[in-house]
């Protein structure tokens, strides 16, 4: 906090003998040194305890808000209830006179050297406050805390847990906690592992496609140091292989962990909203402590429009320290307006503990979510036990029972959900993953290209085999065994592919045709004397070769691939 004299040194040298004349101090012969040297003797000679009874009332709950914030409170805060001092310049505080009719509580204070403006630095960034200089603080007598105004309690409190929030009734349906965002960070893992990990190779392999949702477990596990930049591609860490092998549970608590605690913006993935410009930024956790913090700690229903007005009244400014509401550019996209000042708190602040609660949170496994029966707008929440133990710094349960994998005898390999989330990670080592339907196990296929795969990571047929069989606790498929065992002593002896049939009437035109340096490299493998594959993707450019040939095709529609 600033002393006295540092205080009256930045005011301009009418101010300094506008509060002169008002503590009948005549200050009109001094230069600012000598002023500043008079005030500073006789403001602290004030009998503050005197003054406040004489104040207005709403001059001195203005004060007693001060005493609580230990001295100051950012301008946009104090600002919001009190006003804001008109900047002027000398020759317009000259002309304007504003101390004969202060516009409002903050301009009569500053005329009287009860109240000063500057920055400071805080944990997060330097703000502008309105502040008591020490000495004045120091003789400002203590507050009543029976008397104070809820803006007054809001400005000082820290929210906690405690803070009651009337449950709801219990809805009839509502949305019960997932837990698979551990089953979809292990396909990332998965995907990582042997190169795949591209937006591409996601669509049909995650239980929840949502872009949102994907990219904060993305973010999570590169945070958690599951997955690190090799190459500009993403691969998995021997930590990814320790979180592997924990329990569900384990796993869940160390993503909640690291979303309390990440740089991941979930105001700018809030639905409606668009944060554009750079010259903002916000921090993201302050938002997460704030809602964390004023959750109830019981595991009864209740109302987000409840919570959010809460939070609104005790804590409104908990991702704007500074509280200033203009400064931000965000667009509703609704309406393509920008929503800024105190006023638009609700489609800013409110839609994102909305957003908090219904995505991060519901994706992690910590709330549960259903409509309002009663309104139909709002959500009802209810933390899981889970969320509970948690927020109470429980340990997560370390045990689970796993089952195993199953092998079928056309060489696909099924991974139930409850599986093994390690085990499935290495089959999918030797494995190419197929489209997973939620509710169904995983599907994974040995395929030739899986298998020479595997082999460039060092991982022999006979290897697979005993993966295989250990995995699944019974005996390899014979044809399964077979088929391994074939691959690793020949290779490739059969492929499958999409390929287009170019038929001919006479031999000696598919003869022509391969001879000729304009056709014959889009022929395949003949399929007799009358016919040959063409490559799919090239049947368009052998028809328009040999129309130069003066040879018209005939093509079907089922061609047009």
């Known amino acids: 906090m600033r002393l006295l004299e540092k205080a009256l040194n930045d005011h301009d040298l009418i101010v300094l003998r506008v509060i002169g004349e008002w503590w009948e101090l005549d200050l009109t012969g001094h230069d600012k040194a000598g002023c500043v040297a008079a005030l500073t003797e006789r403001l602290q000679q004030i009998d503050m305890s005197a003054e406040m009874v004489y104040l207005p009332p709403d001059e001195a709950q203005a004060l ?5 914030a230990n001295g100051r409170l950012p301008v946009a805060k104090f600002s919001r209830r009190y006003g804001e001092v008109r900047l002027m310049g000398p020759g317009r505080l000259e002309r304007e006179e504003p101390w004969y009719d202060p516009e409002n509580v903050a301009e009569a204070l500053w005329y009287r050297g009860f109240l000063y403006r500057g920055f400071d630095e805080t944990a997060d960034e330097i703000i502008e406050f309105y502040y008591l200089p020490t000495e004045l603080l120091a003789i400002l007598p203590e507050t009543d805390n029976d008397a104070l105004s809820a803006h007054v309690i809001a400005e000082r409190a820290e929210p906690t847990a405690d803070t009651p929030l009337k449950p709801a009734p219990s809805p009839v349906q509502y949305q019960t906690a997932v837990t698979d965002a551990v089953d979809d960070v292990t396909t990332m893992l998965a995907l990582a592992q042997v190169g795949r990990l591209r937006s591409q190779h996601l ?5 929840n496609a ?3 949702r994907r990219s904060l477990l993305l973010t999570l596990s590169e945070e958690m140091g599951l ?3 090799l190459e500009n591609r993403l ?3 021997r930590s990814a292989v320790t979180w592997l092998r924990q329990s569900r549970e384990a796993q869940l608590r160390e993503l909640a962990d690291a979303w309390s605690g990440s740089s991941w913006n979930d105001l700018c993935r809030t639905p409606g909203l668009s944060c554009e410009g750079e010259n903002w930024r916000n921090d993201p956790i302050l938002a997460r402590s704030a809602l964390l913090e004023m959750l109830p700690r019981q595991a009864d229903w209740y109302s987000l429009a409840d919570l959010t007005e809460l939070i609104r009244s005790e804590n409104p400014d908990f991702q704007r320290p500074d509280g200033n509401y203009d400064t931000w550019y965000i667009r509703d996209k609704a309406t393509g307006s920008y929503v800024s000042g105190f006023e638009n708190w609700m489609l800013v602040e409110g839609r994102l503990l909305r957003f908090l609660l219904a995505g991060p949170m519901s994706w992690l496994g910590l709330v549960e979510t259903a409509t309002n029966d009663h309104n139909t707008a709002d959500l009802l929440f209810r933390l899981t036990q889970r969320a509970l133990d948690w927020l109470d710094q429980q340990p997560a349960a370390a ?8 092998v079928q005898p056309d060489a696909l390999l099924l991974v139930p959900h409850n599986a093994d989330r390690y085990q499935r990670f290495q089959a999918a080592r030797i494995t190419e993953p197929e489209p997973v339907t939620p509710g169904q196990p995983y599907p994974y296929r040995l395929t030739p290209q899986s298998l020479a795969y595997a082999q460039t990571q060092g991982i022999t047929p006979d290897r697979v085999l005993e993966f295989l069989a250990q995995v699944s606790g019974r005996p390899v498929p014979t044809s399964v065994k077979r088929a391994i065992v074939r691959w690793g002593e020949k290779g490739v002896e059969g492929r499958v592919e999409t390929a287009v049939i170019l038929r001919v009437r006479d031999e000696a035109i598919l003869n022509t045709l391969r001879q000729n340096p304009k056709t014959r490299n889009y022929l395949g493998e003949s399929l ?3 016919a040959a594959t063409v490559r799919a993707d090239e049947w368009d450019q052998l028809r328009q070769a040999t129309a130069e040939l003066g040879l018209l095709l005939e093509v079907t529609t089922d061609t047009k691939i």
Do not use: S
């Open 399 to 406: 045990k689970e029972v796993n089952v195993p994998l199953v």
């Open 203 to 207: 669509e049909n392999l995650l239980l």
């Open 227 to 229: 997955v690190k930049r």
């Open 235 to 237: 691969r998995p860490t």
């Open 210 to 212: 949502d872009v949102d």
């Open 528 to 530: 007799g004397p009358l």
């Open 64 to 68: 007693r808000d001060l005493k609580l």
